[in-house]
């Protein structure tokens, strides 16, 4: 097995701002396997939330220091509601090293959700600007500079059915992007219904959208990384009632949540050649969680 397989790849992975994230396993893991990595970081998001904000100057010497020799490391802070933010971030993450191979959107809005009872047109759409239109935005972008990039006929405006000009077949893939959802799919998420439903809407393009890269040689998979512990299941960090959690994971297969590396090391086989046959799937990591 190859030691480095994203060796001479760059990947961008926003959302990556807290050690305990899983946006930050992701950037280590990436680079441990060889990658040079841009990270996307909006630290006022997290200063809102229960478990706070983290020191990002540790978030950054903690994805270096699992770089191989030979690979860079970059970062910015952006707000992904904004799509001109999203346009420079593609730019500086492309600039660092003149290519753009990997993209994890892992951006995500937690809190000013609620019930259907409560639900709000401002909660709706601030789950959709950050969770699934930044995502599209991102993609769409990442997309238009990888065709760039190789030379590739500029994508013209498609009528339902339409199929864009290929230059397949591809001897291995152009790129890689990787798409969050959640368990929305497996159960009820009550009292997150925005959330909820800002990531199926994820999970249910995943294949059209994939299709459409594919002319283009990028390979997309969404990833459900089931219930992972962040910080919000930490007594310290908490912003619920803890008391079932015990009892709970005694009915669990592992009696454990999953942790931040289970992903990412799902994430880094999909994004290396070894995983690149697996496209357009919406991918469960959950440790049999939902077959309790």
């Given at each position: 097995m190859q030691q480095h397989p994203l060796s001479g790849r760059t990947a961008l992975i926003t959302g990556a701002s807290r050690r305990k994230g899983i946006g930050?396993?992701?950037?280590?893991?990436?680079?441990?396997?060889?990658?040079?990595?841009?990270?996307?970081?909006?630290?006022?998001?997290?200063?809102?939330?229960?478990?706070?904000?983290?020191?990002?100057?540790?978030?950054?010497?903690?994805?270096?220091?699992?770089?191989?020799?030979?690979?860079v490391f970059g970062d910015l802070h952006a707000d992904l509601r904004d799509p001109a933010q999203i346009e420079t971030l593609l730019d500086a993450a492309a600039n660092l090293t003149g290519s753009l191979d990997i993209l994890v959107c892992n951006q995500?809005?937690?809190?000013?959700?609620?019930?259907?009872?409560?639900?709000?047109?401002?909660?709706?759409?601030?789950?959709?600007?950050?969770?699934?239109?930044?995502?599209?935005?991102?993609?769409?972008?990442?997309?238009?500079?990888?065709?760039?990039?190789?030379?590739?006929?500029?994508?013209?405006?498609?009528?339902?059915?339409?199929?864009?000009?290929?230059?397949?077949?591809?001897?291995?893939p152009t790129g890689h992007v990787i798409w969050m959802t959640s368990g929305q799919l497996d159960g009820p998420m009550r009292g997150e219904v925005a959330y909820a439903t800002s990531k199926a809407a994820l999970a249910g393009i995943t294949k059209t959208v994939a299709a459409e890269l594919l002319d283009a040689g990028i390979v997309l998979n969404t990833?459900?990384?089931?219930?992972?512990?962040?910080?919000?299941?930490?007594?310290?960090?908490?912003?619920?009632?803890?008391?079932?959690?015990?009892?709970?994971?005694?009915?669990?297969?592992?009696g454990r949540f999953g942790r931040p590396d289970d992903p990412a090391r799902l994430i880094g086989w999909l994004c290396s050649d070894a995983g690149s046959w697996v496209v357009g799937q919406v991918l469960t990591t959950d440790g049999g969680f939902t077959l309790r």
């Open positions: 930050y396993a992701t950037a280590r893991e990436l680079a441990r396997l060889g990658a040079s990595v841009f990270i996307h970081h909006f630290r006022p998001h997290d200063e809102d939330q229960p478990w706070g904000a983290d020191e990002l100057d540790a978030v950054r010497e903690g994805i270096r220091s699992a770089l191989v020799p030979g690979a995500a809005l937690s809190g000013g959700d609620g019930s259907i009872f409560d639900m709000t047109a401002d909660a709706l759409d601030a789950h959709w600007q950050t969770n699934a239109r930044a995502s599209m935005l991102l993609t769409a972008g990442f997309a238009r500079r990888l065709r760039a990039r190789l030379g590739q006929s500029d994508a013209t405006s498609a009528r339902p059915g339409d199929r864009l000009p290929s230059a397949r077949p591809f001897a291995k990833v459900n990384p089931g219930p992972v512990n962040t910080g919000y299941l930490d007594a310290d960090t908490t912003d619920r009632d803890l008391e079932w959690v015990p009892e709970f994971l005694a009915s669990t297969p592992f």
